[in-house]
């Protein structure tokens, strides 16, 4: 097996999108900032990065 450099992706602050389930990577977000769902679009706010935790956002 050649290595993987899996220990980045450990590292990376992911979450679920609390509509579609979608990996959502927070490694650029902040607490209290809107990130928006690569894969559904859905808008939500980032309530802590450890551990990464986002909440959907009401429209
Ligand atoms: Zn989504």
Do not use: F
């Not at 679920?16 to 650029?28: G, M, Q, R």
Request: net charge negative.
């Amino acid at each position: 097996m050649d290595q993987m450099p899996e220990d980045d992706y450990n590292e990376r602050p992911l979450t679920a999108c609390p509509v579609c389930s979608a990996e959502v990577d927070l490694s650029w977000a902040e607490v209290g900032e809107r990130v928006v769902c690569t894969v559904c679009g859905a808008g939500m706010l980032v309530v802590s990065l450890e551990p990464p935790e986002v909440e959907a956002e009401e429209e």
